[in-house]
């Protein structure tokens, strides 16, 4: 029925004035809980389906979002509503919109899973998860979220686009918190992606996490902050991940190169600088939504274009942005599945996929053999990243001090900090090893969407400032 509306959509802006029209008709359930200390303390259980019409006329967006529409007059009266609205505002429009070509495609994609997840399967799995952290000393408090989504969305367009993708995401989301004499210390971790219970389940995953960010905790009691400190870095891919995301994931957006989020979300330092040189020949970043299980796994994005392996950075050299097709058409390019909205009642923005530094040649033990005086930085916590994505500073879980090639030394409350270019000139090193970890609440727009994303890479080996969080 919702698929029957969105046909109908089209043909109502097109009928009103608008020179181009797409659809999304979604459907989305939501079942989870939250246990603590080995007592749930909430199910979730959601259902919210709709439609998202944006249509472009003379130049000018307008969009209109309804839920569960009951007739084709009530749908009729807020899309022309909203095809005025534009023309309206094309008037005064001083930058008429206009779009890169796109082909049109028709495709049934559904993202299977090897697992169907269930919640009476997820519940006896936390309550084993629970039992694990709560095994090691000081641990005070254990708390599991976990939760599954499933996802049914239809896209069609003027262009003659009908697109049909089903797929469901696994997430659970786990920390142990110790203390002792005062001093609290937390650890967690988020598993999961785009699949079911398999990806959560296989080599008992789930456990071993448990087990460990239980252990680490414990032992975070006792570990002392770190001295400030400019030193050689080895990251683990965990905290690659953030760093991906934060410093080279969203300034690669191209409506943030162009200014167009300055307002409420930033912008990018490197905007200009594309063919430029901005980091050392270990420095490769590709944004890729075709990477199985991934948060960012898709086949089309929230425009029907084909989703396709975006290089960002190549050698250190800038070769690329995530375009629209609206972005593309200012940058004299072809529009690379960018565009994606939390839901249908959201217009698409640019968001990264899976953003990840490329793995490179490197053993990951060999990289930490070669530093006679650093740190190994492991597992993202809070980032703080200035407007243009140039000055940065990530916490991590945890770090243990190198000396003559071997991890010591277990710091706490440990902040990593640099600017972009001095700190991706310094890399010198990437891992053979390849990780995406699950990202589940990035923020961006006004108003403000939360997106699912993956980001990754390999180890990787640099020079910052090392820190204690306060000092």
């Given at each position: ?50 439609l998202?019409?944006r ?13 569960n ?103 659970a ?78 300034p690669?957006?191209?409506?943030r ?18 063919g ?6 270990e ?19 929230d ?15 800038l070769?690329?942005h ?15 599945s ?11 923005l640019?968001?990264?996929?899976c ?48 000396e ?26 990437r891992?053979?090893?390849f ?37």
């Open positions: 029925m919702l698929e029957d509306f969105a046909d109908r959509a089209i043909l109502f802006a097109l009928q009103s004035g608008a020179q181009y029209c797409d659809v999304r008709a979604e459907v989305v359930t939501t079942d989870g809980f939250l246990l603590e200390n080995g007592q749930i303390e909430h199910f979730t259980s959601k259902a919210e389906s709709g998202g019409v249509m472009l006329a003379d130049g000018a967006w307008g969009f209109y979002s309804i839920s529409p009951k007739s084709s007059d009530e749908l009729r009266e807020g899309v022309v509503d909203a095809t005025k609205s534009a023309l309206y505002y094309a008037q005064t429009k001083k930058h008429k919109v206009k779009l890169a070509d796109s082909k049109a495609h028709v495709d049934l994609v559904i993202h299977r899973a090897a697992r169907e997840p269930t919640t009476e399967e997820m519940v006896k799995l936390a309550l084993e998860c629970d039992k694990m952290i709560q095994t090691k000393k000081r641990i005070q408090t254990s708390s599991i979220f976990m939760h599954y989504d499933k996802f049914h969305k239809y896209f069609a367009s003027s262009d003659g686009s009908k697109i049909t993708q089903s797929y469901v995401d696994t997430i989301s786990l920390s142990a918190t110790a203390n002792e004499s005062g001093l609290s210390e937390t650890v967690s971790t988020t598993e999961g992606g785009r699949g079911g219970l398999e990806l959560i389940t296989e080599k008992d995953t789930l456990l071993m996490r448990a087990e460990s960010i239980s252990e680490k905790a414990s032992k975070l009691v006792d570990a002392r902050p770190a001295k400030e400190d400019k030193a050689t870095v080895v990251m683990n891919p965990d905290f690659v991940a953030l760093l991906a995301h934060e410093i080279l994931g969203h690669s957006e191209a409506d190169v162009l200014g167009k989020e300055m307002a409420w979300a930033g912008g990018a330092w490197w905007a200009g600088k594309l430029t040189k901005i980091g050392s020949t420095v490769d970043v590709i944004d890729d939504p075709t990477i199985q299980s991934s948060l960012g796994c898709y086949k089309y994005d425009e029907g274009v084909l989703a396709s392996r975006k290089s960002l950075v190549k050698d250190g050299v070769v690329g995530m375009q629209s097709r609206e972005t593309a058409s200012l940058f004299g390019t072809s529009p690379n960018a565009m994606r909205s939390t839901g249908y009642s959201f217009m698409p640019i968001r990264m996929a953003t990840c530094i490329a793995p490179g040649n490197w053993d990951p033990d060999e990289m930490i053999k070669d530093v006679k005086s650093g740190y190994l930085i492991c597992d993202m916590k809070v980032p703080s990243i200035d407007m243009m994505r140039y000055n940065w500073s990530i916490s991590c879980q945890y770090a243990q001090k190198i003559n090639g071997e991890c010591k030394e277990l710091l706490r409350d440990v902040l990593v900090m640099g600017n972009a270019p001095e700190f991706f000139n310094s890399i010198d090193a891992g053979k090893d990780t995406v970890r699950p990202i589940t609440n990035c923020g961006k727009g006004d108003p403000m969407q939360i997106m699912r994303m993956g980001n990754g890479g390999p180890h990787i080996r640099g020079v910052a400032t090392v820190k204690s969080i306060g000092n």
